[in-house]
């Protein structure tokens, strides 16, 4: 079953921050986020594993609850280029890559 | 270094017709899965590959196949096409180093449409 995110679309003004939710009825040992632009892969954000690790490379920040197998993305004073769709990818077993998918939220910044 | 590579950027088929999509990278990742994507449904797992001559079956396999001869290469194959297979797919490929996972580095995408 795919994990739930909301909101499902929401749009800002450059300047604004903004939450991303991710939310999975199963245990989860790994959450992924990744940004997708119109027409273009998707491209990774960021990795948050359960005991706490995060690997990412953007200024980009998560959250992940182990128990309530919730994860957020925050994204703080938006710039036009955060514009897309970001996918969350939930992983369920230590060192099993396959990720399921959640539907997307679509996040669009205007000046 | 040309991460992942896939093969075609568009087909169009007809109904019934089988075709293979190409998927190659030069990282040397042990991990390579296919996914399609279709509006409001997100990235669906079709089939995965955890290193050379190891595949398994994701959430939407049927109509399907896949081998893994080589670290490099994943095909995907289409048997007989149908409509419902229009989408856009997607292969991802990902290193792990005790079984901690650096993420999915994704080719660029075959748009397939099944008329």
């Known amino acids: 079953q795919q994990p739930v995110q909301s909101p499902q679309a929401v749009i800002l003004r450059e300047g604004e921050d903004a939450v991303i939710n991710c939310s999975s009825s199963k245990a989860l040992y790994s959450v992924h986020w990744y940004r997708q632009k119109h027409g273009e892969a998707p491209v990774f954000l960021m990795i948050?594993?359960?005991?706490?690790e995060q690997k990412g490379h953007e200024k980009i920040s998560a959250s992940f609850n182990e128990k309530k197998q919730q994860s957020s993305l925050y994204l703080t004073a938006s710039q036009l280029s955060y514009s897309g769709t970001y996918f969350c990818g939930t992983g369920q077993n230590f060192g099993n890559e396959k990720l399921t998918f959640g539907t997307g939220t679509r996040l669009t910044i205007i000046p | 270094n040309a991460g992942v590579t896939q093969t075609p950027k568009f087909q169009v088929l007809k109904t019934g017709q089988s075709m293979t999509l190409q998927c190659a990278q030069d990282m040397n990742h042990e991990y390579m899965s296919w996914y399609r994507q279709d509006p409001g449904m997100g990235l669906r797992l079709i089939h995965y590959s955890v290193g050379a001559g190891i595949t398994d079956q994701g959430e939407v396999p049927n109509g399907y196949n896949v081998s893994r001869s080589t670290t490099e290469d994943f095909p995907l194959r289409l048997l007989s096409a149908a409509p419902s297979q229009t989408s856009v797919y997607f292969c991802?490929?990902?290193?792990?180093?005790?079984?901690?996972?650096?993420?999915?580095?994704f080719g660029s995408g075959t748009r397939l449409t099944v008329v």
């Open positions: 948050l594993l359960k005991g706490g």
């Open positions: 991802a490929s990902s290193r792990t180093t005790r079984g901690l996972s650096y993420g999915y580095t």
